[in-house]
C-alpha cells in the first residue's frame, strides 16, 4: 500500500489491552479510522477532556527507553511499536484512543499491532499521501559512536541498515538490513524489546520498566549470576522471583531469539517508529549505527527540518503545461516590451503564485549590463518578481484590466548569485498576511536551477486606474 499516491486509513477499529512496559499500567488501546490529514493522533481517554496529542517529532518529551510524547500536560508513553506498525502497513491516519498512559507492551514486538491492523484491512481515502523524497544526503553524529545517516534512493521505497554493538560477548556486533517496508511484517514486525540483565536494577530505580517481565521483553545475562544476585534484583522490580534461569551467559527467556540478531531487528523496528513522528512517508535509505531512540528523535527532527525546507519550495519542473500563457498575462498586466518580464505563470493557489522568466541575450539590458559579462540587474529580478505578485493581486479582482499594482514598500532584498542568459528564472511568491484595503504583502524568492538567486519582501496596492472599455 506505500506504493499508492493516495492516503490509507483502517477498514475498521480494533482494540488491544495490556500492561505497560515503564509504567505498569493496565490499559486499553482502541484504535479507529481517521479522517484525511490527521495523521496520527493519540486521545488520552481516561483525562478529562480527552486531550489530543498528536504522533509528531515536536511533541516528543522523553526518549529513555521509549519514545514519550506530550501535548499540554497529557503524556503517553512507549509508542513506537504501534506507530512502526501503522506506518510498515500504509496506514496515514489513524486515532488511538487509550485509558491510561502508556501503549501496552504486548509481547515487546510490533507484531500483535500487525496483525489487528491487517485483521481491520485499511481503505483509501480522497488525499494525496505525503511523502518526503531524499535529494540529498542527511546525516547526525551523536555521543557514544551513534551516527545515523539518510542517502538518496533511484527507487521510492524506504530502506534500512542498522549496526549495533554493545561490546557483549552474547551479541557482540549485529547488523540487521530492511530493503522495504513489505518486509517489516515478517523480518522486522515479531523482534521484541531486549535488555541486560545488569541494567535492570538501575532501570528499575529510574521508575522504569514497573511492567516488564520475560514474556514481553529479551533480557540477556551477559555472564553466570548467582541466585542471590538474581533475588536482589527480583526485588528491585518488586517482585518475590525472576522467571527463567540465569546460571550461563545467555537469554534468560524461557523461549529463544526469534532471529540470531533479534536485538538489532528491533533496533530497525524502533527506528521505523520513531521516525513515523516525521509524518512523510520517507523515501531513501537510512544507515544507522548503535542507534537509540534520543538519536532517532534527533534524526527524526533532521529529516522534518529538511521536509519543510523542501516543501517550501515551488514546483520546479518546467515541462509541463502552464496555467498562464503570455498572451494571458498581457491581458491583465499593463506591462510591455521592454518591461514586461513574466514569460509564463506555473501555480497559484490563495496564498501563492509561481511564475518563470526566461533570460536570453536579446535581452535590451545586457548591451549595458554589462558588455562582454552580461548580468541580469538584481533591479528587474526584483521588479520581475513585483510583476508575478502583482498577477497574484490583481486575479483577486473581478475586472483585473482596469486595475494596477504600485510598489509602496520593498524590504529584505537580498542577492545570492548572479542570473545569466539561458537562465530559467522561477519565482515563487507567499502572502505574508491576509489582503486588507487592497494591500498586498507577500514574501517572494527567486530561483534558478533549484538555487535561491535573490528574495525580497514587498508592499504593494491594488489601485482602479482605468474605466471599462465600453
Given at each position: 500500500m506505500i506504493s499508492s499516491n493516495q492516503q490509507h486509513t483502517l477498514g475498521a477499529?480494533?482494540?488491544?489491552?495490556?500492561?505497560?512496559?515503564?509504567?505498569?499500567?493496565?490499559?486499553?488501546?482502541?484504535?479507529?479510522?481517521?479522517?484525511?490529514?490527521?495523521?496520527?493522533?493519540?486521545?488520552?481517554?481516561?483525562l478529562e477532556g480527552a486531550p489530543e496529542i498528536p504522533a509528531l517529532v515536536a511533541n516528543v518529551h522523553e526518549t529513555r527507553r521509549g519514545t514519550t510524547l506530550q501535548a499540554g500536560e497529557a503524556q503517553i508513553y512507549t509508542t513506537e511499536h504501534v506507530l512502526a506498525a501503522l506506518y510498515a502497513s500504509g496506514v496515514d491516519n489513524a486515532r488511538l484512543c487509550i485509558d491510561g498512559?502508556?501503549?501496552?507492551?504486548?509481547?515487546?514486538?510490533?507484531?500483535?499491532?500487525?496483525?489487528?491492523?491487517?485483521?481491520?484491512?485499511?481503505?483509501?481515502?480522497?488525499?494525496?499521501?505525503?511523502?518526503?523524497?531524499?535529494?540529498?544526503?542527511l546525516s547526525l553524529k551523536g555521543e557514544d559512536g551513534v551516527e545515523m545517516m539518510v542517502v538518496p534512493l533511484e527507487e521510492d521505497e524506504f530502506k534500512a541498515t542498522v549496526m549495533?554493538?554493545?561490546?557483549?560477548?552474547?551479541?557482540?556486533?549485529?547488523?540487521?538490513?530492511?530493503?522495504?517496508?513489505?518486509?517489516?511484517?515478517?523480518?522486522?514486525?515479531?523482534?521484541?524489546?531486549?535488555v541486560f540483565l545488569k541494567e535492570v536494577a538501575a532501570l528499575a530505580e529510574q521508575g522504569l520498566i514497573k511492567g516488564g517481565d520475560i514474556d514481553n521483553a529479551v533480557v540477556l545475562a551477559e555472564r553466570a549470576y548467582s541466585d542471590e544476585e538474581v533475588s536482589s534484583i527480583a526485588k528491585a522490580l518488586g517482585r518475590e522471583a525472576l522467571a527463567g534461569t540465569a546460571d550461563k551467559p545467555g537469554v534468560l527467556n524461557l523461549s529463544?531469539?526469534?532471529f540470531p540478531n533479534e536485538p538489532a531487528r528491533h533496533k530497525l523496528l524502533d527506528i521505523v517508529?520513531?521516525?513515523?513522528?516525521?509524518?512523510r512517508f520517507i523515501q531513501g535509505h537510512v544507515l544507522a549505527a548503535r542507534p537509540g531512540h534520543a538519536a532517532n528523535v534527533e534524526f527524526a527532527k533532521v529529516l522534518a527540518k529538511a521536509i519543510k525546507a523542501?516543501?517550501?519550495?515551488?514546483?520546479?519542473?518546467?515541462?509541463?503545461?502552464?496555467?498562464?500563457?503570455?498572451?494571458e498575462i498581457s491581458a491583465m498586466l499593463p506591462h510591455r516590451y521592454p518591461f514586461l518580464l513574466v514569460d509564463r505563470i506555473m501555480d497559484m493557489d490563495d496564498r501563492s503564485i509561481t511564475g518563470v522568466k526566461n533570460v536570453t541575450m536579446?535581452?535590451?539590458?545586457?548591451?549595458?549590463?554589462?558588455?562582454?559579462?552580461?548580468?541580469?540587474?538584481?533591479?528587474?529580478?526584483?521588479?520581475?518578481m513585483a510583476q508575478v505578485g502583482g498577477i497574484f493581486a490583481l486575479s483577486t479582482v473581478e475586472d483585473p484590466e482596469n486595475y494596477s499594482t504600485y510598489f509602496m514598500k520593498i524590504d529584505g532584498v537580498k542577492f545570492k548569485q548572479k542570473v545569466l542568459p539561458g537562465d530559467s528564472v522561477v519565482f515563487h511568491l507567499t502572502l505574508m498576511s491576509p489582503?486588507?484595503?487592497?494591500?498586498?504583502?507577500?514574501?517572494?524568492?527567486?530561483?534558478?536551477?533549484?538555487?535561491?538567486?535573490?528574495?525580497?519582501?514587498?508592499?504593494?496596492?491594488?489601485?482602479?486606474?482605468?474605466?471599462?472599455?465600453?
Open positions: 477499529s480494533f482494540e488491544l489491552q495490556g500492561i505497560g512496559l515503564h509504567t505498569g499500567v493496565t490499559s486499553t488501546l482502541l484504535v479507529e479510522p481517521a479522517e484525511a490529514n490527521i495523521g496520527y493522533m493519540f486521545v488520552r481517554t481516561d498512559p502508556e501503549v501496552p507492551i504486548l509481547d515487546g514486538s510490533a507484531q500483535p499491532f500487525m496483525e489487528a491492523i491487517a485483521g481491520a484491512g485499511t481503505v483509501s481515502q480522497d488525499a494525496d499521501r505525503k511523502f518526503f523524497k531524499v535529494r540529498r544526503n549495533v554493538d554493545y561490546n557483549s560477548p552474547i551479541l557482540g556486533t549485529q547488523h540487521a538490513r530492511m530493503e522495504s517496508l513489505a518486509e517489516f511484517n515478517e523480518h522486522i514486525a515479531p523482534c521484541r524489546t531486549f529463544d531469539l526469534r517508529g520513531d521516525l513515523a513522528l516525521t509524518g523542501q516543501e517550501d519550495l515551488p514546483d520546479f519542473r518546467l515541462d509541463r503545461p502552464s496555467l498562464m500563457d503570455i498572451n536579446n535581452e535590451p539590458f545586457f548591451q549595458g549590463h554589462f558588455p562582454n559579462n552580461p548580468v541580469m540587474p538584481g533591479v528587474l529580478q526584483v521588479e520581475a489582503i486588507r484595503r487592497g494591500l498586498v504583502n507577500m514574501k517572494g524568492r527567486a530561483y534558478v536551477r533549484g538555487a535561491l538567486v535573490s528574495e525580497a519582501e514587498m508592499l504593494a496596492q491594488v489601485v482602479r486606474d482605468r474605466a471599462p472599455q465600453d
